[in-house]
């Protein structure tokens, strides 16, 4: 196991499960947002059932047998604009459709951004005293919350990106505070624009230099190709990236260039509804173990299971934790 979960005293069984971070929402969760949105119910009523879903996603995981929890994100809409709401020097912007039929406000920087509370420890706090396992804290990275924003305040992307991973720093350093040791920062957006991956690897030094937990980053969408090996310069310690999706193709790049630090393996693709049967998820295990020492494997589905059905999402999960434990 990683040396630094060692002296965070972080223990976990080999090949790690766990999941990108976001869950499907129930259908009541579903309205009562909409509902909030049209004034129907209050706040208090919005945030107790909220509660009860991420109550339930709680449940689902552990009985299950995941071994690193998420809080399923039953409180965010989408993964910018959540932050962009809580970060000030935003207005809310417009609505934007991106990739298929989905719509999201794109936030735009109006003034100088910063941090002013926690955004997300709350509800870590509340997750992880529900549990003996560890809940990772999630965050969307800096590179990502500028891309997906409009920009009317700061001179460049460059400057924009690295103000912004000052608040994300706050953030980490408030997580860290309330005993958070494993954080996850997400940056989507990097594979988009290969150009850009020295802006994230300097983002991520700004956020993670001498704090004192595992920190993950999830990269999915993407043409790796063109950043790898060089994305390994990005300051955390675990890279959580979609390979079903693509085949496993990266493993051919591993084989040129070894991967040096540990991996989330996403071994269901979740942009597909098809449910992968146990044999095929330890099949793309194997494989990946031709590649990776074991010590370094974590395993995962290849991106935030939110557009899936609740069932669907579950069978997923499912099959990837019977597949793990036939092989460990
Ligand atoms: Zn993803």
Same mark, same amino acid.
């Not at 305040?153 to 460059?158: A, E, H, S, T």
């Not at 590649?291 to 010590?295: D, L, T």
């Given at each position: 196991m990683n040396d630094k979960l060692k002296k965070l005293n972080i223990n976990l069984p080999p090949l790690p499960v766990t999941s990108v971070g976001s869950f499907p929402k129930p259908h009541y969760l579903v309205r009562a947002r909409s509902d909030f949105g049209k004034n129907k119910i209050n706040k208090k009523r919005l945030y107790e059932l909220e509660k009860k879903a991420t109550d339930e996603w709680l449940d689902y995981q552990e009985n299950a047998g995941i071994d690193i929890l998420v809080d399923g994100e039953m409180y965010r809409g989408d993964m910018v604009s959540f932050f962009a709401e809580e970060i000030t020097g935003f207005n809310k912007g417009g609505l934007i459709r991106s990739y298929g039929n989905r719509y999201y406000y794109k936030p735009i920087i109006i003034d100088r951004v910063g941090w002013t509370k926690p955004i997300t420890v709350d509800w870590w706090r509340y997750c992880q005293s529900k549990t %003996?396992? @560890?809940v990772k804290g999630m965050l969307t990275g800096p590179y990502t919350i500028m891309d997906w924003s409009f920009n009317e !305040? !700061? @001179?460049?992307?460059?400057t924009t990106a690295l103000t912004l991973a000052g608040c994300i720093r706050k953030e980490v350093e408030a997580l860290i505070d309330a005993g958070c040791k494993i954080i996850q920062i997400d940056e989507p957006a990097l594979s988009v624009r290969p150009d850009e991956l020295k802006i994230v690897i300097e983002t991520m030094h700004k956020i993670t230099e001498r704090q004192d937990a595992y920190f993950i980053t999830h990269i999915c969408y993407g043409d790796f190709e063109k950043i790898y090996p060089e994305m390994l310069e990005i300051s955390v310690d675990n890279f959580d990236l979609e390979m079903s999706n693509s085949n496993l193709d990266m493993l051919e790049l591993f084989k040129k260039y070894p991967f040096t630090k540990d991996i989330t393996f996403g071994v269901v693709?979740?942009?597909n509804h098809l449910v992968e049967d146990v044999k095929l998820i330890k099949k793309r295990i194997k494989q990946a173990l031709e !590649?990776?020492?074991? %010590?370094q494997l974590w395993v995962d589905p290849d991106c935030g299971l939110k557009t899936r059905t609740i069932e669907e999402a579950k069978a997923k999960l499912n099959n990837i934790v019977t597949a793990v434990k036939e092989l460990r």
């Open positions: %003996e396992k @560890p !305040y !700061y @001179p460049d992307r460059k693709d979740s942009h !590649y990776i020492p074991k %010590e």
